[in-house]
């Protein structure tokens, strides 16, 4: 009868133990889900192992020309959640985002934890200045920026001088993107600092800059690239450009944009239509998604001196005017990815579309016949995040996943140099 007793505490312990082993210590915290868009997202567009804290404060922008500007600005940061509750947070749009165009930004709700304390077990990580898109705001690619975080980086975003309702672009306000892009990382500096909001959370020896369409041509102007008027006149000049919606909007009124970047500057036009360098020399890698290769022409890509991923869509006529042999060649430095998503649009790349979302503005930006949105946001989540570990955290896993034979996907034609 004893032997049988024991026999039956034995089987019970072997049953027991081994789950026991394997289930986590009451009150440890528990990781956020790894889930991305889709069921098949590439690892980095899985969410990573932190949970994401989200700032969000006003400030005083102070310019070198001396001028000053009341905006907000949103930081995103790898956070503390003992309880490993989900908390979904709702970006919702402020009244004058509102006033301007309610049905462009509709609320998201994701996973930020407003306020929370930072998970400190790996800081410093690396910043990466977001900028977002014209007639958008600071929320623009939440899903993102929130990815980004998620894999170790503090994030900044500020609304630029032409987010709603102030949203007709001028050469003035593309200047003044440069200037926020300082000014944010200055900020980082601030917050990180000993009396800081989040003291040493942020590297200030590594940072990244990234954004989408006028956030795009803000991170490959912070990255070096110039700008070419010539290069913009030719592609103001093909008759798709001129019969499309993108014509007007973006080439009328060019020479009065142009006497604004000269009179900012201090310059004359240029002769040769090359504008000078204007980048921030403490930024150390650039993410542009299709940031529009037609403002710098190859001569002005070629500037870039830091490394470099480069998104394109190749669908919409003009968007994209350059082979990519012809994009990729004229870059120059040693790390360096040009990723062009075929038949798809611009707005491929925005989350406009992602809650069904349609309206008589949006519905032709808004149709993709090859593509499935949540798919493409996986894909450049992925690419650009595991971009940002390789040349930021030097993770060698994250090089790895942009190798060229690694790198393979249906709808895409891609060509890495570095990895």
Request: some cysteine.
């Amino acid at each position: 009868m004893h032997t049988r007793r024991w026999l039956f505490v034995l089987l019970i312990a072997v049953l027991v133990l081994p789950t026991l082993a394997i289930a986590p210590f009451a009150g440890a915290q528990e990781g956020p889900p790894q889930v991305g868009l889709r069921p098949d997202a590439p690892p980095y567009a899985l969410h990573g192992p932190y949970w994401v804290g989200l700032k969000d404060s006003a400030i005083t922008f102070e310019y070198s020309d001396g001028t000053t500007r009341e905006s907000r600005v949103s930081v995103w940061y790898p956070a503390q959640n003992p309880g490993g509750a989900l908390q979904p947070y709702t970006y919702t749009p402020e009244q004058r985002v509102l006033d301007y165009s309610g049905t462009l930004y509709l609320p998201r709700t994701l996973t930020a934890l407003l306020d929370a304390a930072p998970d400190m077990a790996a800081a410093p990580y690396p910043v990466v200045i977001f900028s977002h898109g014209g007639w958008a705001y600071r929320w623009h690619l939440p899903q993102y920026v929130e990815n980004l975080a998620s894999h170790g980086f503090v994030v900044i975003a500020t609304d630029h001088q032409d987010a709603p309702p102030d949203w007709v672009m001028t050469g003035h306000k593309e200047l003044t993107r440069q200037w926020d892009v300082r000014a944010l990382i200055d900020y980082a500096g601030q917050i990180t600092a000993a009396d800081g909001v989040l003291p040493g959370v942020a590297d200030m020896e590594r940072v990244g800059v990234t954004g989408y369409s006028a956030g795009g041509f803000t991170a490959l102007l912070a990255g070096g690239a110039r700008r070419s008027s010539a290069a913009k006149e030719e592609w103001c000049a093909l008759d798709v450009v001129i019969n499309s919606w993108v014509g007007p909007l973006l080439c009328t009124d060019a020479g009065a944009r142009e006497q604004e970047w000269a009179t900012l500057l201090g310059v004359d036009q240029p002769a040769d239509g090359l504008w000078p360098d204007i980048s921030d020399p403490r930024v150390d890698a650039i993410v542009s998604i299709d940031g529009g290769a037609f403002d710098f022409g190859p001569e002005g890509l070629g500037a870039i001196n830091v490394p470099a991923l480069l998104f394109f869509a190749r669908g919409a006529p003009g968007e994209l005017p350059y082979p990519l042999d012809t994009l990729f060649d004229a870059l120059h430095h040693d790390k360096e990815v040009v990723v062009i998503f075929e038949y798809a649009n611009h707005a491929l790349f925005s989350p406009l579309c992602s809650e069904g979302m349609l309206s008589a503005q949006t519905v032709g930006d808004c149709a993709q016949p090859v593509w499935d949105r949540p798919r493409s946001h996986d894909l450049f989540n992925h690419l650009a995040t595991a971009f940002f570990l390789a040349t930021l955290s030097d993770d060698p896993d994250a090089a790895a996943a942009l190798a060229p034979d690694v790198a393979r996907f249906p709808g895409i034609t891609y060509q890495a140099t570095g990895f």
